[in-house]
């Protein structure tokens, strides 16, 4: 540049390539993971993506981006970087750890997609990993005397089950048993998928130590109950509240289990030759009162589509994640959506798969993308979760398959 | 089956029956695991090997039938082999033939499954490790592993079907280089990669997912999907690989290993294949020659020596509580001389501290640093040192004229010419310049530490630090302390010793240690012989029964006449009567010669004469006479408290002098050729330490 004048700045498109996730575990000493690192979950992940996408060099690699929502041990030192050093990239590929609690692997995508489009990298990978059995929810937190001393948060605020109940509160028609039936849909939902080799393709298999019994195989998820059945539902107790209306079966459990997907700028995914299986038409994320935070969705979906110039009718498919079945209920009952509506989370959610926190929203982006693959009819779809501490994170989409209106 | 080897730790074959995806059926993986972590690698006594029986029993029992049986290890380990501290618990033909024969047994199940059988090498698989690994049909391996046979180091033979599995599975010249060259070199490892290049593996995997993409690799194998190619082995090529086993157990035993030997044999055998027949007859053959080996006394010593060397050379004998050691954060070294330098190099490659050369004019100081540069650059050209490293410890290494330039040293070492009143006079001067804690070491071989010490202020400070030539490859590190050396300077000795990552022993200032004295005795014994009439080459020749390293007049040359003869006349002086100062020694460093032999097997013209005497001996009475002189010198030894035992005169011959595990360093040789009792009325270690039982 030797005149004076300055250099045009561009954006380019960002594609979602692959993604793949780990079986989901449950956390705990009898889960399938117990014996198992969480960088070591990582690892698998990276390693499989280079593996599935072998068009890709390593060292076109210009970021690996890593969530995680407790930053220690094995889920410590820059999980980004040192998962990408374990995977065994090339050393000159940078990696860093990143934390929004649940939307942590969400953030990953949008963060690194961000860099994409503003022309600082060319393909990034980006996921999230939760080992809740080595880190259960809140491991060393120590929150600050004064959200209490000064009541900048409810005291429930940092139990999410608590929060759920908040939100049975200020709903009172999202009743237990709209919240239970549709818990028992998502059980149903995703054994179809499984049955139908809709969900398994996207797995990545895990050796698994154990000093009692010797090396195992993770191939499938752990936590789904198939024979969950409404009365069965019924007779849960409410462990966050007296006579309260949320359970373990209307609730996602606590799992360990890794997520990660490759993003690279269309063109360069082009050039390279990397399928695309969706198109990032646009984000956001809201903050709401810390004591409700499932409601956060509903903000964060608005901001979204006025931003991209959606509507909510444009949107075909939705990927929410079920960390309460309370809370999708709150976003569909804003929206006008059925409870049921065939468009949202047709392969089941979080109350049946999982829900390892940080690692969930490229599992949402994952499905949506093979969802996708089946539905040329879909344009857009739309991956929304609920954030601890009051907040929304929602990611739009658009399908490369789609065949147009006519 | 027998009760379990007393203290067994057995190692668990942990069954599991595994879904993988693609595959029909399951995979039922066996875990080796002893329960201990990777620095306790799983072994097979009697009981490991019953579990693995049990594994497979269950297995066969196990509806419905798995598609396919797999074999891995716990973390970061395969197997190791047979549990060697079990031997010593055999005490019959029948007992040994009956471990032997279990093995075969229980491995063979592997071999001859119908159920196709899978080996994931993830980490060591040594020994008997290997030997499971190869009976089963195919092997995948991980970068990372490694694989070998130590058992000819050891004095055994690859005993449960190893002799025969491997010649077969990749030539038997590349099996020679396993089995016999690369155990007899020290015990050198083959990688994982060279291992699948050999074909020892099939696939070759990263340890980052190995067991996830070797039962992937398996799945497709069993599904037809995988071709697994071996090349044929070539029959014709067996007669010139065995010749080439012959040449090297002859080079490096001397053909003293009689289980170097049946290595070979065995490998002999395998011509006839691994089928059926033949595989019985040649696991029949590793039985004879186990159940022969086990039960003696050669294997016995050589177990005894390398529990020497595992266990007794990291925990030295007498050595004071390590806490006790200062730190050591710079080194001065005294003389720029060769030696000097070797040191130097050592100090500033283990330690990585700044280490300074003093000499007495700035020529012989500078040419010191310049081999130290020049060695490190060496290094880095070789790829052992980053650039990085190398600036570093270029930059660690200074001359100077003056001692001065000690003044913050915690440890000076003299490597000066081999003379009391200067190495005295330099220890003064070091003294003038340094605290009072720094340590002063000396690095002599023959001299009086105590002496040296003994002018000084703080005569507590002074060690023996005896190293061998040459510094950088020979383990040994005789660590003297001498009348008036306190626990600190001796701990903080012993602290250098190990980062310097030698195995030091514990010896008492007496004259020329442990090593060089029973050389020089032997030396002594043979250039005797040679004075009286023996004829030199038949002096040279009459200690091969013993397969030791070198003959004795290599060995001279290797150690340089004229250290052979400062050595020499110290002792003489010291014990008049042992040690005699042969005239031939005299005449070579006088005439500047290096070796009695001016071309191998011609004895140097102007040695003519030397073995003009009238009396000459046999070979046999050479041979006597240098056994008898070792054993009385070795008693002496003890008597005088050199060494706190035997054991430590056994270990530094074997880490110092190299001499071999069959002979148990010395003493266990010495005790089964009757020689100890003959020459001093007793044997030096009791019946069953290092050899049979009584």
Not at chain 2, 654 to 678: Q, T
Request: hydrophobic residues 45%.
């Amino acid at each position: 540049m030797s005149s004076g004048e300055r250099r045009p700045r561009w954006l380019r498109e960002v594609v979602f390539v692959d993604g793949v996730r780990t079986p989901f575990g449950k956390a705990g000493p009898k889960g399938v993971y117990a014996e198992t690192r969480a960088d070591d979950l990582v690892v698998r992940v990276i390693r499989e993506l280079l593996r599935r996408n072998p068009s890709l060099p390593a060292d076109r690699v210009d970021e690996v981006a890593i969530a995680a929502t407790t930053q220690v041990g094995d889920q410590g030192l820059t999980i980004g970087r040192t998962a990408a050093l374990l995977a065994g990239l090339p050393k000159s590929v940078p990696g860093y750890a990143i934390d929004r609690m649940c939307a942590g692997a969400m953030t990953a995508v949008t963060t690194t997609a961000s860099g994409i489009a503003f022309g600082a990298y060319d393909v990034a990978i980006a996921g999230g990993v939760e080992h809740m059995g080595r880190h259960p929810m809140g491991e060393g937190a120590d929150p600050n005397p004064r959200f209490f001393s000064e009541k900048l948060v409810d005291g429930s605020a940092l139990v999410m089950g608590s929060t759920a109940e908040n939100l049975h509160d200020r709903f009172p028609h999202l009743t237990r048993e709209r919240a239970d039936a549709f818990a028992l849909a998502s059980q149903q939902k995703y054994a179809k998928a499984v049955a139908n080799g809709q969900i398994g393709p996207e797995l990545v298999t895990v050796s698994t130590r154990s000093a009692e019994q010797g090396w195992g195989l993770a191939t499938v998820d752990e936590p789904p109950r198939p024979n969950t059945s409404l009365e069965g539902l019924a007779t849960l107790k409410t462990p966050f509240r007296p006579h309260g209306n949320v359970t373990a079966g209307n609730a996602a459990g606590l799992n360990d289990g890794a997520t990660g997907c490759i993003l690279a700028a269309e063109e360069v995914a082009l050039e390279l030759g990397l399928d695309v299986g969706m198109r990032l038409v646009g984000y956001g994320f809201v903050g709401v009162e810390p004591e409700v935070m499932g409601v956060g969705p509903v903000p964060s979906t608005e901001r979204a589509l006025a931003r991209t110039g959606l509507t909510i009718e444009d949107i075909g498919l939705f990927e929410l994640n079920e960390a309460f079945a309370v809370q999708v209920l709150a976003f569909l009952d804003h929206f006008g959506i059925a409870d049921d509506d065939p468009r949202v989370n047709p392969w089941g959610g979080a109350i049946a798969v999982g829900h390892p926190l940080a690692s969930s929203g490229v599992r949402l982006m994952t499905q949506l993308s093979r969802q996708f693959a089946e539905r040329p009819d879909v344009r857009y779809g739309l991956t929304a979760m609920c954030v601890g501490l009051g907040m929304g994170a929602t990611v739009i989409w658009e399908n490369p398959n789609w065949e147009g209106t006519e | 089956m027998s009760a379990t080897f007393e203290d067994e730790v057995v190692t668990a074959a942990k069954v599991r029956y595994l879904r993988v995806p693609g595959l029909a059926g399951e995979i039922a993986l066996i875990t080796l695991d002893n329960g201990h972590d990777h620095t306790r690698p799983s072994t097979f006594g009697r009981g490991g090997l019953a579990s693995l029986d049990a594994a497979l029993d269950e297995i066969a029992a196990h509806t419905p039938a798995p598609a396919a049986i797999a074999v891995t290890g716990k973390p970061f380990v395969f197997a190791v082999g047979a549990d060697l501290s079990g031997v010593p618990s055999i005490t019959s033909a029948a007992d040994a033939r009956e471990i032997a024969e279990t093995g075969h047994r229980v491995f063979r199940r592997l071999k001859d499954s119908t159920v196709p059988t899978f080996a994931f090498v993830n980490g060591a698989a040594l020994g008997g490790g290997l030997e499971l690994a190869l009976h089963c049909h195919h092997r995948t391996i991980a970068t990372t592993a490694v694989v070998a046979f130590p058992e000819a180091f050891l004095g055994l033979v690859p005993g449960w079907g190893g002799t025969q599995l491997l010649p077969n599975l990749i030539g038997i010249d590349p099996a020679v280089t396993v089995i016999v060259e690369n155990a007899l070199a020290q015990n050198k490892v083959t990688p994982g990669p060279k291992a699948a290049e050999l074909g020892i593996a099939d696939a070759l995997f990263e340890p980052a997912d190995f067991l996830e993409r070797s039962l992937e690799w398996a799945v497709g194998v069993l599904n037809g999907d995988v071709a697994v190619s071996r090349p044929e082995v070539d029959r014709t090529a067996w007669d010139d690989a065995i010749a080439r086993a012959r040449a090297i157990v002859a080079g490096r035993t001397r053909n003293a290993s009689p289980g170097a030997l049946r290595t070979v044999d065995l490998l002999d055998l395998a011509r006839d294949g691994v089928d059926g027949e033949a595989f019985t007859a040649g696991t029949a053959a590793e039985d004879d020659a186990l159940a022969d080996l086990l039960m003696s006394d050669e294997l016995r010593a050589s177990l005894y020596a390398f529990d020497l060397v595992t266990k007794r050379a990291k925990r030295p004998a007498g050595a004071p509580d390590r806490k006790l050691a200062r730190k050591v954060t710079k080194v001065g070294v005294v003389g720029a001389g060769l030696m000097a330098s070797q040191l130097a190099l050592l100090f500033v490659r283990r330690l990585e501290v700044p280490v300074v050369l003093t000499d007495i004019d700035q020529a012989r100081v500078d040419k010191g640093v310049a081999y130290v540069h020049g060695e490190l650059d060496k290094l880095a050209v070789r790829g052992r040192l980053s650039a990085d490293k190398l600036n570093r410890l270029k930059g660690l290494v200074t001359g100077a004229l003056d001692k001065a330039a000690f003044a913050d040293a915690d440890l000076v070492i003299e490597a000066v010419f081999e003379e009391m009143s200067v190495k005295q006079q330099v220890f003064a001067e070091v003294e003038a310049v340094v605290s009072p804690e720094c340590v002063l070491a000396t690095n002599t071989s023959a001299l009086s530490v105590s002496e040296m010490a003994s002018k000084l202020e703080h005569p507590e400070r002074v060690v023996g630090l005896h190293f061998f030539n040459p510094v950088a490859v020979l383990p040994l590190l005789e660590v003297v302390r001498a009348e008036q050396t306190d626990d600190a300077a001796l701990a903080t000795a012993f602290a250098v010793g190990k980062a310097l990552r030698k195995s030091c022993v514990l010896v008492a200032d007496a004259p020329a240690f442990v090593v060089n004295r029973l050389l020089t005795r032997f030396l002594g014994e043979v250039t005797a012989a040679v004075e009286q009439g023996t004829p030199i080459a038949a002096a040279d020749r009459a200690l091969d029964p013993l397969g030791l390293p070198m003959t004795p007049f290599e060995l001279l040359t290797l150690v340089g006449p004229p250290v052979a003869l400062h050595v020499a006349e110290r002792m003489h002086e010291a014990f008049p009567d042992r040690f005699a100062v042969g005239e031939g020694l005299r005449r070579m460093v006088e005439l500047g010669k290096s070796s009695v032999y001016s071309e191998p097997g011609v004895v140097n013209a102007d040695l003519a004469g030397i073995d003009s005497g009238d009396s000459p001996l046999t070979e046999e009475q050479v041979r006597e006479r240098a056994v008898e002189a070792l054993a009385q010198e070795i008693r002496l030894m003890l008597d005088e408290g050199v060494v706190q035992a035997v054991q430590d005169i056994d270990l530094c011959m074997i880490l110092g002098a190299g001499w071999p595990f069959w002979l148990g360093g010395i003493s266990a040789y010495l005790d089964r050729a009757g020689v100890s009792e003959k020459v001093t009325g007793s044997r030096f270690l009791p019946k069953g330490v290092a050899s049979l039982p009584a």
